[in-house]
């Protein structure tokens, strides 16, 4: 996978996914012996899109911009003594 800062995966990964349940969804409730015999090949693709997503939505995480690190050095703090 190529990592760009400018681009998070997981919204290529999630938008994946929730058009692939919705089109499994559409056709379970259209078909009534939807899936049949394909129904391992179903599991694999899930699975799939499921890792993908997670790897996006990581990927995505470790990039982000305007990523916050905390106060500016020197900055006061609530609660914290200093020392």
Do not use: W
């Not at 349940?21 to 259209?30: D, N, V, W």
């Not at 012996?33 to 394909?38: D, H, V």
């Not at 996006?56 to 305007?66: N, P, S």
Request: aromatic share 10%; no cysteine; charged share 10%.
């Amino acid at each position: 996978m190529i990592v760009t800062a400018g681009f998070n995966y997981f919204y290529v990964t999630g938008a994946a996914g929730v058009a692939f349940a919705l089109i499994i969804s559409i056709m379970g409730l259209t078909n009534p012996r939807f899936p049949g015999r394909a129904m391992p090949i179903l599991m694999v693709i899930s699975v799939l899109l499921f890792a993908v997503g997670i790897v996006g939505a990581a990927a995505g995480a470790k990039f982000k911009g305007g990523e916050r690190h905390g106060p500016p050095e020197g900055t006061p703090v609530a609660g914290h003594k200093g020392g």
